[in-house]
């Protein structure tokens, strides 16, 4: 059934409404997708607080233009395209999206990305799912900043053990 001219209008400010709180959305076309696939892919995304929806490309399209983003063109890509938006930060969503399309070959195609309004190339995209999440990060700075106390107290472990060995054998020797 097709939509009425105020369906869609409130489709695009929906669509617009997730470009423009999400630091980064990518549009994929699918094809193929099995939906218990589709499910497994939801339910990861939830996790990371990543949104995945269905949309037309020519109304995503309007509402990147409505946000100022000309550069996007979703023309050459199928008529319905998975939105994915969301997430903390700027590389949970192109991490998710190319998690997919290892898990499900053949079956997604990236088409663009959006990171902070502005066009991204799929290089840029390709890069971000490459990287670290900001809280293995955290991670490895706490661990980096935790090294240096770790091993100076190992040393003086190591210093207070060698002191008791030798009292140890001492007492031992008389």
Do not use: C, W
Not at 47 to 67: F, G, I, Q, Y
Not at 94 to 121: D, M, V
Not at 140 to 159: E, Q
């Amino acid at each position: 059934m097709a939509k009425s001219r105020t369906q869609k209008e409130k489709e695009v400010k929906s669509i617009e409404e997730a470009l423009k709180t999400s630091p980064a959305s990518v549009f994929a076309s699918f094809s193929g997708v099995t939906v218990g696939e589709m499910e497994s892919f939801r339910q990861q995304a939830r996790e990371k607080e990543v949104v995945l929806r269905v949309v037309k490309n020519t109304l995503a399209e309007k509402a990147a233009r409505n946000l100022g983003i000309d550069d996007l063109s979703l023309k050459k890509s199928d008529k319905m395209l998975l939105l994915v938006s969301g997430g903390k930060d700027e590389v949970a969503t192109p991490q998710i999206i190319y998690q997919l399309g290892k898990r499900i070959p053949g079956k997604l195609e990236i088409f663009a990305g959006i990171i902070h309004r502005k066009a991204a190339s799929l290089s840029v995209l390709k890069q971000l799912s490459t990287l670290p999440s900001q809280e293995e990060l955290y991670a490895k700075l706490v661990g980096s900043l935790n090294a240096p106390i770790s091993r100076f107290t190992n040393s003086l472990a190591g210093i207070i053990r060698g002191f008791t060995l030798v009292i140890k054998s001492i007492s031992e020797s008389r």
